[in-house]
Structures are given as structure tokens and as C-alpha cells.
């Protein structure tokens, strides 16, 4: 499937609480742009391939860690991401987790090479 950037992407969004946010220190912010041409502007070659996660509920993980990934030129693990998410915020599979609270465990956790 060839993915087309400059056009509207349908995407899952989890929301968190507002006591999470401020206890994390993320302040919320709508930001509306179009991305640039394809042909201008491409991290692809620098980036981890997608992966399909299935329903597994685990995308936010694999997201984040291929951010991170990709800033600290690191073959980072994902198992070790979704455990560490899942022993704070539950189980991915029941309402999967967002990405605030992936972000939040790689930055106060941390994760471990792949």
C-alpha cells in the first residue's frame, strides 16, 4: 500500500484525562498543516519501517519507539516499551494506549536496546 501524505489520514485518537496531562507536564495543543510534498521532503530512508501491529493495541509503542529510534540512531525495543506502558496504564489490548502515556514511560522509564 502506497501512502499518500497529502491527503487526509483517518486516525485513531485515545484521550487522556486532564489530571494526567498536567501531572505529566504536556500541554495539549491543536496544530492543523499540511505535510510537504513527498518529492521535498522525506525522512523515510532515515526512519524504521512500519510495522503491522494487527488489533494488539500496541501501535503507540511501535510509534514511539521508531521516534526515538530515529533521534538517537538506536535499534530500540518495543516489547520492552508496551510492558513497562502496560504494568502503569493496563492492559494494551483492552482500550489500547495513548501516546502521551507511551511517551511518558520511554522518558521517565526509559527502554532498552533491541
Known amino acids: 500500500m502506497k501512502l499518500n ?3 487526509p489520514i483517518n486516525c485513531v485518537v485515545k484521550k487522556v484525562d486532564a489530571k ?3 501531572d505529566n ?5 491543536v496544530v ?3 505535510p ?3 518529492s521535498s521532503f522525506s525522512l523515510k530512508p532515515s526512519m524504521t ?3 503491522n501491529q494487527l488489533s494488539l493495541g500496541t501501535c503507540t509503542s511501535f510509534c514511539t519507539i521508531s521516534c526515538l529510534e530515529f533521534f538517537h540512531q538506536e535499534d530500540l525495543s518495543e516489547a520492552c516499551l508496551i510492558e513497562d506502558t502496560e504494568r502503569q ?3 494494551c489490548l483492552d482500550d489500547g494506549l495513548a501516546l502521551a502515556q507511551t511517551f511518558s514511560v520511554a522518558r521517565d522509564v526509559g527502554t532498552t536496546l533491541e
Open 89 to 91: 496504564y493496563g492492559n
Open 25 to 29: 507536564k504536556i500541554k495539549p495543543s
Open 20 to 22: 494526567f496531562l498536567i
Open 32 to 34: 492543523s498543516a499540511t
Open 36 to 38: 510537504p510534498p513527498l
Open 5 to 7: 501524505l497529502t491527503e
Open 49 to 51: 519501517n512500519a510495522r
